[in-house]
Each structure stands twice: as C-alpha cells, then as structure tokens.
C-alpha cells in the first residue's frame, strides 16, 4: 500500500497543530502584557466554578432556549471530536475505522455520534434564524456590525458543514460496506446517515469510494482548520472558559480592590504614631510611583485581559444593562471587545517590530473606549452576573474611571463637587458639618 496518503495526512496534521501551538504562544505572551495578579487563592472553589459554569454551563440555562440548544452544540462538539481519535490514528497508520474491534460499543458510539451531529445541526439552524431572522435584539446592536457578525455567521456554517461531511462519510460508508468493499468491513450503527443513502445511491465503487475519502479528507482538514480559526473569532470561548472561570474573581461582587499605594498612604495618615519625615525602611525600594489605573491594555491585570479573549460576544451582559437599556452609550459587551481589539493592536505592534512594544501614539482610553462610555456605567455588576463564563467588565470600567480621576483629574463635574465636599464636609452636599442640625431650627 501507497505510504503517500499517510506522509500527507502527517504533514497536514503537523501544520495544523503547529499553526494552532503559535496562536497559543502569541495568545499567552499578549495575556502577560497584563499586570500580574495573584487569584490562586481557594482552589477549591475555583475548581468548582470551572466544573459548574465552564462545563457543567450552569449560567447559560438561565435562559433556557439559548441554553438547551448551546448544552447540544458543546455536547456535541466535545464528544463528536472522539471520533477524530479514530480519524487520526486511521490517517497516520493508514487503517480503517482502526476502533471496529470494540464490536456492540463501537456501534453504540456511532450512532450516539450521529444522534448528536444532528441535533447540532437542528441547533445550529435555530441559531442561525435567531440570529438572521428574528434578529434578537442583543445581537443586532451597533457594536455587532461588521465582522463580529460575519464571525457568529463563519462558526455557524462551520458547524454544519462538519456535521454534514460527518454524515456524508458515513453514508458512504454504509453503502461500501453493504457492497462488500474491500477495506470496509461492517461496523457501525447510522441511524441519521442512513436516510443519506439515496443521495449515493446507484453509484459505482469507485464513485462511492471518491466521495467517502473526499468526505474524510475535507472532515479532518476542516476540523483543523476550525481550530485555528478559534484565535482570529469569538469562538475561543471553547477554550479560554475554563481558565478563566477558574481565574474568577470570588470575593463578593461589590467588593472594589483597594491601590496598594493609596492604601498604603491613607494608613500613614491615620497613625497617630507614624512619623511623615521618616526615612523610607532599608528594604522599601523607592522607586518611581505606578500609574493610578488604566489607560492602555498594559495597565490592566492579566485575567482582565484573559476576559477580553474569552468574550463570546453574546450580549447577555449588554441586554441586562441598565446604562444600555436606557439608551446610553456603554454596552459592557464592547467594552471587552474593544479591550481584545487594542490587545491584538499591541499584539501585532510587538511582532512588527522585533517583540518590542513601537508606541503608536493609541490607547484603549478614547480610541477604543470614551469617556462617555465610561461615566454611564452604574457599577450594578448586573452585566457580571450576567455573563455565562464569568467575565468582570466593570472592572475594566472602574480601572479606566480609575486613571481619569486620579492621572487626569478628569471625572465630571458633579462627581468632582461631590469628592470635594466629602473631602471638606465630610458628607456630599456642599454644606458646612456645622450647620448639618440646623434642621431642627427651621
Ligand atoms: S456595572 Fe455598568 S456596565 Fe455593568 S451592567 Fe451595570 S451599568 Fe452596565
Ligand atoms: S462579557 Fe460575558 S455576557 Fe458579555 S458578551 Fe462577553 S461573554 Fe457575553
């Protein structure tokens, strides 16, 4: 037997894999463009939260619909791929359905297979309609134009165009084996693929066996092809889920991080004991202060830039918004889109020029994200809560908020007379804390 199918089956597989290995590096090197963060802390419950909403989705069943049909395609999608075991192990060492030997279970396993492939495809469709037809609301807003929907579009047809050659080369498959072809002993149940029959039937052996190996072929490929198109979509989500529910912030949602330095200072001021002239302690490093906040990607920590990658541009946080709902501006879906948009800007900055940062006269802060945009959010988290795969942005929100009122001095006005009185009176409202019972005289 000719080894030339197997030597670019190989070469095929190697590329595919390799390509995938250098998205995966250029992905953790822009992560750790990020500051670091220490969120190790409770493993147990983070391993929890991995294994209830990345993948048990315990969030998407909260609207049940999406949620049923999303449980079928990741169902799907994850145990259908075993059956890629067997392409791969068939493509290097060219056999032929190499699992066969396992009888009554590999019959099961087929045909569980061809059970799920079509409720993906019923699925998928439904999603497709909901998208195109219906056009939900969340998936028609301003910031979905463009390739983001063309990106939902791709993954859709990807989908089903896997599925079907799936069916197809089982089809093929069938009938081969029905007409005694060499090579392609019985094994097997096709419950769905078998209603593909009339579309092979009458063709010769070798017609048959053109359309089996073509139906091979373009399953595997595609399905490498689809892994690699996971770094440039939406559809990442697959992966980065589980790292990034694990990274999950746990302390109660309201609970805001405090600046070291700022904490620091504040301490200082309440002690009675500290002296203000003091020389620094011979292990304080003085260096230059930080930057209060964020302006760019780089000042944000890595899980929020891990947040960015892992949006599947869902909309469910900018649908709960209230900010959005009453006509604003911020939708905290953009936010992360926007996020992910500058970090890959800096991703291919740095691979442009020798993996060192070229500055380019952008940041995330108003060539991505106004301050319009910023100054309506509420801080609800109701957009946090929201999210299926646990993604902060409001912390995103708050960091940039951050910068504009600490760098800048920039926060709106009211809200720069109210810090003011707080400062001076101690309370928000411009009245003196002498005069705080004249009440009682009026
Ligand atoms: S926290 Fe801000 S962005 Fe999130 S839902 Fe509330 S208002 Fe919208
Ligand atoms: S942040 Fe979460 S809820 Fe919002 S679009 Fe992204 S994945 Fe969906």
């Known amino acids: 037997m000719t080894l030339i199918p197997q030597l670019i089956f190989a070469l095929i597989l190697a590329f595919g894999i390799g390509f995938f290995v250098r998205n995966v590096k250029k992905l953790s090197r822009n992560i750790k463009l990020g500051k670091e963060i220490n969120r190790t802390d409770r493993p147990g419950e983070r391993w929890r939260n991995m294994a209830l909403i990345a993948l048990g989705q ?6 049940p619909i999406a949620g049923l049909l999303h449980i079928i395609v990741y169902i799907g999608f994850v145990i259908i791929n075993i059956e890629v075991l067997e392409i791969v192990i068939d493509g290097l060492f060219g056999t032929h359905r190499v699992f066969a030997f396992m009888g009554g ?3 099961v396993l087929i045909g569980s297979f061809e059970i799920l492939a079509f409720l993906v495809v019923v699925s998928v469709v439904i999603f497709w309609i909901r998208r195109n037809i219906i056009r939900l609301q969340r998936f028609i807003k301003p910031e979905m134009k463009g390739w983001p929907k063309n990106d939902a579009n791709i993954i859709l047809y990807f989908e089903v165009v896997l599925m079907f050659l799936f069916l197809l080369m089982n089809a093929t498959d069938l009938q081969l084996q029905s007409l005694g072809a060499a090579h392609y002993t019985e094994a097997g149940a096709f419950p769905v693929s078998q209603y593909l029959l009339p579309l092979v039937d009458g063709m010769s052996q070798s017609a048959l066996f053109l359309v089996e190996r073509t139906a091979w072929w373009l399953h595997i490929v595609g399905i490498l092809i689809f892994l690699n198109y996971l770094y440039y979509s939406k559809h990442l989500h697959i992966l980065l889920a589980f790292p990034n529910t694990w990274f999950a912030k746990l302390q109660p ?20 004991n500290a002296d203000p002239f003091a020389a620094p302690a011979e292990d304080e490093v003085e260096g230059e202060p930080g930057k209060f906040g964020a302006s760019d990607v780089m000042d944000l920590n890595r899980v929020q830039l891990l947040n960015a990658y892992t949006c599947t541009e869902c909309g469910r946080c900018t649908s709960e918004c209230p900010a959005n709902q009453t006509g604003k501006k911020l ?3 953009k936010i992360m889109m926007d996020t992910r948009d500058r970090l890959e800007e800096v991703g291919k900055n740095i691979d442009a020029n020798n993996g060192v940062f070229k500055e380019d006269g952008k940041q995330l802060l108003d060539d991505y994200i106004t301050r319009e945009e910023l100054w309506a959010c509420t801080s609800c988290n109701a957009c946090v809560e929201a999210c299926p795969v646990s993604i902060d942005p409001l912390s995103i929100i708050m960091d940039m908020r951050r910068y504009l009122v600490m760098e800048q001095s920039a926060a709106p006005v009211e809200l ?4 003011s009185n707080i400062e001076n009176n101690g309370a928000p409202w411009p009245f003196n804390q002498m005069d705080r019972l004249n009440w009682k005289d009026e």
């Open 58 to 63: 315990q969030k998407m069943v909260v609207r």
């Open 253 to 272: 949602k309201g609970q805001l991080d405090n600046l070291e330095a700022v904490t620091k200072e504040v301490q200082l001021m309440m002690d009675p």
């Open 416 to 419: 720069n007379n109210m810090m």
């Open 105 to 107: 279970l590999y019959d």
């Open 331 to 333: 939708s905290p879906r």
